[in-house]
Nanobody
């Protein structure tokens, strides 16, 4: 099993910044990739940013150029630096750890941290 614990959410004004962190523990050797997703009530969870074990990153279109994901393998942590925040970034942000093998994928999730951006 893998446990993921997020921290760093809160309330910020539009144009401000926040940094989210996710600490991983347990069978972390089983994780190939980590990332951040977000969800607002009534909508599907959407991918915000992802990072592979080799450092390759990917971003959702709405956050490109504003958010940066990073990974500290030694500390088993992944972070999301969010700049120039907009009210539409308001959501619960979830840390994700993903194990992939041929024909099989398993996702692990944190409990989420709320980010609120006021206008």
């Amino acid at each position: 099993q893998v446990q993921l614990v997020e921290s760093g959410g809160g309330l910020v004004q539009a144009g401000g910044s926040l940094r989210l962190s996710c600490a991983a523990s347990g069978s972390i050797f089983s994780i190939n990739a980590m990332g951040w997703y977000r969800q607002v009530p009534g909508k599907q969870r959407e991918m915000v940013a992802g990072i592979e074990s080799d450092g390759r990153t990917s971003y959702g279109d709405s956050v490109k150029g504003r958010f940066t994901i990073s990974r500290d393998n030694a500390k088993n942590m992944v972070s999301l630096q969010m700049n120039n925040l907009k009210p539409e970034d308001t959501a619960v942000y979830y840390c994700n750890g993903r194990y992939r093998s041929p024909g099989y994928t398993r996702d692990y999730w944190g409990k989420g941290t709320l980010v609120t951006v006021s206008s």
